[in-house]
């Protein structure tokens, strides 16, 4: 269990992150044609996995943007926007901004990724939505970077994340 804020406000989450050096764990996640996708959806890619509560707040919106900034310039790496919003209102949104360089997915109808993870908050008024962290995985699967935000209103540190893949 993590301990974080919510506006200063304590917030547990279900679980920790992936320990760096780990296998990532896998995941069913739904893409915005409705399909499935899962880690294997994106073997040999490296990843960078933008979780948060959703796309519709300004500090989530934000890192959407800023990730799709940084992911043109990488090399053989997919940025995967995950949160709980349905695939419509991530596609809305990334359709309106232009955003071409991230992939969105959302955990509307398997709940697993979010206890995997470790990202499930489990109090506070944002209870059962995904926690804001980042987690990078190498092209071997394997985890080589985490970030739980501790405070949900504050953006993830965005280069130490791609520090990790440069």
Same mark, same amino acid.
């Given at each position: 269990?993590?301990?974080?804020?919510?506006?200063?406000?304590?917030?547990?989450?279900?679980? $920790?992150?992936?320990?760096?050096?780990? %296998?990532?764990?896998?995941?069913?996640?739904?893409?915005?044609?409705?399909?499935?996708?899962?880690?294997?959806?994106?073997?040999?890619?490296?990843?960078?996995?933008?979780? &948060?509560?959703?796309?519709?707040?300004?500090? +989530?919106?934000?890192?959407?943007?800023? &990730?799709?900034?940084?992911?043109? *310039?990488?090399?053989?790496? %997919?940025?995967?926007?995950?949160?709980?919003?349905? /695939? &419509?209102?991530?596609?809305?949104? +990334?359709?309106?901004?232009?955003?071409?360089?991230? %992939? $969105?997915?959302?955990?509307?109808?398997?709940?697993?990724?979010?206890?995997?993870?470790?990202?499930?908050?489990? *109090?506070?008024?944002?209870?059962?939505?995904?926690?804001?962290?980042?987690? %990078?995985?190498?092209?071997?699967?394997?985890?080589?970077? $985490?970030?739980?935000? /501790?405070?949900?209103?504050?953006? /993830?540190?965005?280069?130490?994340?791609?520090?990790?893949?440069?």
């Amino acid at each position: 269990m993590a301990q974080i804020t919510l506006k200063g406000n304590a917030v547990e989450t279900k679980g $920790t992150l992936p320990a760096v050096g780990s %296998v990532a764990p896998d995941f069913c996640l739904t893409q915005k044609d409705l399909s499935d996708a899962s880690l294997k959806s994106f073997a040999g890619k490296r990843l960078v996995l933008n979780i &948060f509560p959703s796309v519709d707040t300004g500090v +989530c919106a934000a890192s959407v943007r800023r &990730f799709n900034q940084e992911a043109s *310039s990488l090399a053989n790496t %997919v940025v995967l926007c995950i949160s709980r919003d349905l /695939p &419509f209102a991530l596609n809305r949104f +990334c359709g309106a901004e232009g955003l071409e360089n991230v %992939v $969105t997915l959302s955990e509307m109808r398997e709940l697993s990724f979010g206890e995997a993870y470790g990202v499930r908050m489990s *109090s506070g008024p944002l209870a059962g939505l995904l926690s804001r962290a980042v987690v %990078v995985v190498g092209a071997d699967g394997k985890v080589l970077y $985490t970030e739980q935000v /501790p405070e949900i209103t504050q953006e /993830p540190d965005y280069d130490k994340a791609l520090a990790t893949l440069k």
